[in-house]
DNA sequence: ACGCCCGCCTGTAAGC
DNA sequence: TGCTTACAGGCGGGCG
């Protein structure tokens, strides 16, 4: 099995409660920005966000000095609030990792940003792969930078009649759908095919298709599928990629209903669980449960 | 409006 | 043993 470490909401979710945790009302001494090119500024433009690289200084002017507001998440987005009026963004994208820098840690590899607090342990913040994204913006400025992010999948529930009719308005297919971050927002590729699952339909359904039934199930099983593993504190796939900000593993792996488990029988028809190809990323599931 | 592909990026593991 | 190749996939952009 190759690398993964797939951050969606429960990882992020689980995240933000520990910094909640360890970093709230503590103040920023320095923030260092430790390679080129990876924090950026964001201000509002007329369609989307216009983000430009941010210097060290930018960077450590707009964080050095700010105590942590609010530690919230919209989606996959993890906020820092801070009260200078100041805004701190991450998206872990597919490798970014937080951890909490005790002073024994060895420096780790791909390191971009290091918070120093004037009580308490530093923040790291790296990225292997470069996908993910931090920026700083201002609080004013925040709800705009974000506005593309859609309606989180457990902070704003959508009750299910709204549900429905949001769907039958799109009318594309289910896995897209629970994956467009502009519709829900939270959920990635292991949670869309435990959402499908759960909620016994396949990932081609055109969202218009479903029936009133069906929506209820679908809007039921995010919710379900999203708490349970925040309970359980995220994903850790078999190599190992997730890790929580204390470097801890997830325990929601042991529950994955179809996720990585292509020819192991389904655990409530025994069929075995197949595993296809869409559009470039892997589909997990029953073929029986999910006709 | 929607589906689908690409490029970005690095670390694994399988194949020759 | 060492090289090449495929794969993992979030997201924005582009194209049909």
């Known amino acids: 099995m190759g690398w ?6 429960p990882e992020v979710e689980t995240l933000r409660r520990q910094l909640e945790k360890e ?13 080129r090119k990876y924090v950026k500024v964001a201000k509002p433009g ?6 430009t690289d941010a210097s060290p200084k930018q960077m450590n002017d707009a964080l050095a000095g700010g105590k942590v507001k609010a ?39 791909h390191t971009h940003v290091v918070l120093q607090f004037t009580q308490g342990n530093d923040l790291r913040y790296f990225d292997a792969r470069r996908f993910g994204e931090c920026f700083v913006v201002q609080a004013e400025q925040g709800d705009e930078v974000l506005g593309h992010v859609g309606l989180d999948a457990i902070n704003q529930p959508i009750p299910w009649q709204m549900l429905g009719e949001l769907v039958a308005e799109r009318n594309s297919k289910l896995k897209a759908l629970l ?40 809007s039921r099983a995010v919710g379900e599928v999203m708490t349970e593993a925040i309970k359980h504190r995220g994903t850790t796939l078999e190599d190992g990629g997730w890790r929580d900000l204390y470097d ?6 042991e529950h994955l209903a179809v996720y990585g488990r292509e020819g192991e029988p389904c655990r409530r028809c025994r069929t075995p669980i197949r595993k296809v190809r869409i559009s470039n990323r892997s589909h997990y599931f029953c073929p029986q449960c999910q006709a």
Not at 46 to 51: F, P, S, T
Not at 248 to 253: F, T
Request: aromatic share 10%; glycine share 10%; net charge positive.
């Open 248 to 253: 801890e593993v997830g325990e929601h792996q």
């Open 46 to 51: 007329k369609k989307k966000a216009v983000k």
């Open 179 to 218: 994956m467009d971050q502009e519709f829900i927002s939270g959920l990635g590729n292991i949670y869309s095919d435990e959402v499908l699952y759960l909620a016994g339909l396949p990932w081609d359904r055109p969202s218009g298709s479903l029936t009133s039934n069906e929506t209820r199930r679908l």
């Open 71 to 109: 530690v919230s998440r919209r989606g996959k987005y993890l906020i820092f609030e801070l009260d200078n009026g100041w805004w701190f963004v991450v998206h872990l994208g597919m490798s970014g990792h937080i951890v909490k820098a005790t002073p024994k840690r060895p420096p780790d590899k």
């Open 4 to 9: 993964s470490r797939v951050p969606e909401l």
């Open 23 to 35: 970093y709230l009302g503590k103040r920023i001494k320095s923030a260092q920005l430790k390679s």
